[in-house]
């Protein structure tokens, strides 16, 4: 990713960032996606130790769910 942040200075030093706003989308979309990658993670290592469960039978018992509906 290649941003064209302008930099405002305050007193000489740095103070604000001003970016397009394509890129503060770019940089939004970015950090949701991480969030998500490190929510994933967690979930992933708080369940590790669960049994599994087949496909076929994950699927049986959401199909005969939605039928009694």
């Given at each position: 990713m290649e941003f064209e942040p302008q930099i405002i200075k305050k007193d000489g030093a740095n103070e604000f960032v001003v970016l397009a706003y394509k890129d503060?989308?770019?940089i939004k979309q970015t950090l949701e996606d991480y969030k998500d990658l490190v929510d994933l993670r967690?979930?992933?290592?708080?369940?590790?130790?669960?049994?599994?469960i087949p496909f076929n039978a994950a699927?049986?018992?959401?199909?005969s769910k939605k039928n009694k509906n």
């Open positions: 503060y989308l770019k967690s979930a992933k290592v708080d369940t590790i130790k669960e049994p599994g699927k049986e018992s959401l199909l």
